[in-house]
């Protein structure tokens, strides 16, 4: 993701440091320090933190629905990477198949717009998957902000000298009205960089204020590895044909090494699952070799 812009999940607490962003199109509007792993305040059991990530994604796919359905306008899941809020949305798409796009990446003002135009009908739905450049471009947010807007009628406007066209070359029009759905898939914490004051932050209220916004409520390491066992429990391995021992020992390996590992994600334990396939002796010291951090 871009940098400077705050991921969700783990927060800094103290020592944390600004830099100075420039508000220009095109250009860096917010420079904060990337977080880092913060305990809750309140302890919580295995069990409260299963039922609160289990109401949270079950949340998420009722909404990507209502969403599909063109009940709602907009929503944004926010919540750290790697840990399944991609796959949802997407199970979601293939069962009900809309007439939709997915972006990924970097995202400038007009390819937004060209891309909202091309789904501006009703039944439309724009997915914005880790394109959080979007969130760092005054002009991507204002047509977000129109797109994503409750008012009967959401018009949108290129009023630039930028001449825009259609796939089959006829010019683009400098206004229409947009009727389809936005969908953000986002590892930025809307909450905290609004809580801190950020220079985004009267943006993102703006998001919020027009969309569902669901935060995945997972802040701590305990929360990403009852995720984990969460999911591989659900048959995440069951295609590798990995055996229940088997996945027992790759969780056991994950809470083993949960401060030093790479990376504390879905995509991790698929990792180390691709080594114990290829080597089922030798797997855990070569998991060490490429998943652990300063492991000899």
């Known amino acids: 993701m871009p940098r400077g812009v705050p991921k ?3 927060r800094m607490t103290k020592n944390r440091k600004s ?15 990337a977080p880092v792993y913060r ?3 309140v302890y919580e059991t295995e069990d409260q933190i299963r039922n609160k990530l289990d109401e949270r994604f079950t949340a998420m796919t009722m909404m990507v629905e209502s969403a599909i359905a063109g009940n709602v306008r907009a929503v944004v899941f926010s919540g750290p990477p790697g840990v399944g ?4 949305v997407m199970a979601a798409m293939e069962k009900h198949k809309p007439y939709h796009t997915i972006i990924h990446g970097f995202v400038r ?6 891309t909202l135009y091309e789904y501006r009908h009703p039944g439309s739905v724009v997915v914005l998957d880790d ?6 471009d005054y002009v991507c947010l204002d047509l977000l902000k129109t797109a994503c807007d409750t008012t009967r009628k959401r018009e949108l406007s290129w009023l ?3 001449n825009m066209k259609e796939e089959g070359g006829d010019k683009m029009p400098t206004q229409f009205e947009f009727e389809g759905t936005v969908i953000f898939i986002t590892n930025t914490d809307f909450d905290y960089l609004i809580e801190k004051g950020s220079k985004l932050a009267p943006h993102l209220s703006a998001l919020v204020s027009r969309s569902m916004y669901l935060d995945m409520a997972m802040k701590s390491k305990r929360d990403y590895l009852v995720r984990i066992k969460q999911v591989v429990e659900k048959g995440m391995l069951k295609d590798m044909k990995i055996s229940k021992s088997d996945e027992n020992e790759i969780l056991a390996f994950v809470d083993k090494f949960q401060d030093t590992l790479r990376e504390l994600s879905l995509r991790m334990v698929v990792k180390i699952a691709t080594l114990m396939k290829a080597h089922p002796t030798k797997w855990q010291s070569l998991a060490k070799v490429f998943c652990v951090k300063g492991s000899n």
């Not at 830099?19 to 320090?33: E, H, L, P, Y």
């Not at 394109?131 to 760092?136: H, Q």
């Open 8 to 10: 969700a999940g783990f």
């Open 39 to 41: 305990e809750p305040e």
């Open 19 to 33: 830099g100075k962003g420039k508000f220009a199109r095109g250009t860096v509007i917010s420079k904060t320090q």
């Open 131 to 136: 394109a959080d450049s979007i969130f760092e």
């Open 160 to 162: 630039s000298e930028t």
């Open 85 to 88: 809020k991609s796959h949802e």
């Open 109 to 114: 003002p007009t390819g937004l717009y060209k």
